[in-house]
């Protein structure tokens, strides 16, 4: 008998995964049957296109997701995996302004608009070549994008119909204010940094010319400080409560009072009340009936209140008055400290308390319910669980949705031009209210017929929190959304668990009344070689498009799964993927051995011989591990499990103990048969079960060597029946080791005769053992 390998390359040529895309879209092997009985929904997070190329951890993410999806098919669901393009925001309008060299503030809104699509079409494009490339199989032929006349339409319709419920109000009050990306913006967008900062310690007067020392990190604010408060327990300053302090240069005078917020042990123990410092000046300023006089403008300039440093940029005026505070005598020290610092998500400048007039959506009563559905919804893994709670026990205040951008879906609302009274317009069409005639006739108050439209733009937040909604085709097929809601999974990183996760959590939850998922898969970060966070200006970001292209899309899926459990951090490197892509060489140089051998699917399994049935027994574990993993999609599982097992037992032992048996060397046709079925039973196993996580390679090697429907098409329904052996695992591979190393050491090749007696306990392999080892 001639043997010929049905796999004829002598190595995995990755160009094949682009022919194999080709016949997966060609089948239509992924699609979705709303009417099957199981069936699995994913809510995938749509990329965000800013402009910055995807980085290696948001591809690994990305693959990640699609191994969910393929493994629910492979546990029988018929799996509803929509992709989108998350279009709207202020990252979209900077990349824009960058890319065309264009300003928002500048140019006519419409023109604006037009350039940040075509900034948009071009990043799409890139980024559905990069999905398409690391084989996703989510639905490209129907993606769906956040700025779309219709998702904007469902953003709008939700935005009334929570208007109707009496969940939206207007407010002017003291808000976290971006003066670089100049709007308003939800404390769910700040960001805390360790930023270095100067204590400034400067001398105020008492009305009564008693010198005080009050230490600031802020001296710019001196022109709107409004009191001065000790602690009520401290010995030190008992005596001034109830005096007057002068603030120097503007020589104005506050009260001094007595609060518990005031920490004795920070500074000098003496605290200026400003508004706004933080937010809990917002706080003691309302506590205490202040008078607010506002410092800092829309731009991030000091406004007239502030005197001689009228116009200037905040960093520049604090700079300015330490000067004049020092040349005045003033200053009693300077310390040098690290200050927790709260920036802005997107442009990560510090930012700035400004009360302006915003659109509020309620969250604070709902806190209570949120807890409850924090607490129902099911996340893997489960330490993430906290991340969700803790953010909403820290809520307390109510979101603002509005944004003073461009970009965006617009908010729908027109006031009318007399009363001002606000107005909604019917749900169901998308609504341009900066450019589009009011369709009302009358104010619903004073009937006068002029209105005019609101210009501002919603928080992003507020359209990509409804992605579930928009998916499940709610309030537009009825029939399909009661098959799809709840959703099955919202897969997403850590990152974004108090914003995606949450604000969809509560959205839905206003909208429709019920938990919007059954479970999430949070991620924890991507991070480099070191365990350090990637970024641009450490310069250790990296690119997954060259990875892909040198060691293909599986040996990077399987580097992504591999590298860490489910929710923990994991490290991105060259190394890494080569590393992985070893396994791949692996498993095609194996799969490659055993397709030499005629397939034989029917044998009395009673008939195999022990050495057979002891790899079966292990792969029989080995197959219960992994499909726990593939359960809890944990992928690290399956990854690991498969791998351990086809390196290190399957080739290095079970193989080594056949190879003569399957060639027909000395034993008989029917335990050569034996060894025949028992390898092809193990390829057929674990190219199955790593298939949701190296779909190309497994579905090629599959259709070369097991019939012509695709292994994306099979499931997980092994019957591994068996005598158990596995108890005698460690003992083989001791013998094994021995032998090795003992003709090693004599100088001997693997396959020179050596005379070693093999143990008791391994009786029953022992014509195997002998033939393996050539034992005399
Ligand atoms: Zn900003
Ligand atoms: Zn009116």
Known sequence: MKFEPKLQETRWNISHEKEIWKFWQEKKIYKFDPNAEKIFSIDTPPPYSSGKPWHVGAAAHYSQIDMIARAAR?????????????RN???VERYAEKRFNISLHKLPREEFLKYCKQALDELEAEMIEIMKSLGISGDFDNYYQTDSEEYRALTQATFIELWNKGLIYFDTRPNNYCPVCKTTIADAEVVYEELPAKLVYIKFRTNDNEEIV???TRPEFLCSCQAVLVNPEDERYKHLIGKKAIIPIYEREVPILAHPIVKPEFGSGIEMVCSYGDYNDVILFRELGLKEIIAIDEDGKMTESAGNYFGLKVEEARKRIIEDLEKAGLIVKIEEIVHRTPTCERSRNPIEIIPMQEIYLKQIEFKEEMMKIAEELEFLPEFHRQLLIN??????KDWPVSRRRYYATEIPI???KRCGKPHVPKPGKYYKPWKEKAPFERCEYCSYNEFVGETRTFDTWFDSSITPLFISKFTKDEEFFKKIFPITIRPQGKDI????LYYTLLRCYQLTGKRVFQKTWITGYCVDEKGEKMSKSKGNVIDPIPLVEKYGADAFRFWGASESSLGFDFRASEKRVENASKFITKLWNIARYVSQFPLVEDFDESKLLPSDKWILSELKKTYERCIEGYKSFNF???ATEAREFLWNLFAAHYIEMVKKRAYGDGFSEEEQKAAWYTLH?????????????????????WLKMYGDESIHLQLFEERIEVEDLSSYTQKIVEFNSLVWKEKKSKGLSLKDGIEIEIPTELQIFERELKAMHNIL
């Open 414 to 416: 027109w006031y009318c």
């Open 74 to 86: 492979m546990l029988g669901y018929s799996v509803y995996f929509p992709i989108g393009m998350d």
């Open 681 to 701: 039973k193990v390829i057929k196993t674990l190219l199955k079960l790593l298939s949701p996580i190296i779909p190309f390679i497994t579905d090629f090697i």
């Open 636 to 638: 690290f599982i399956p």
């Open 497 to 500: 668990v108090r914003t995606w």
């Open 391 to 396: 953010w909403i026990k820290s809520i307390t």
């Open 214 to 216: 009050i230490a600031t």
């Open 89 to 91: 925001g202020i990252a």
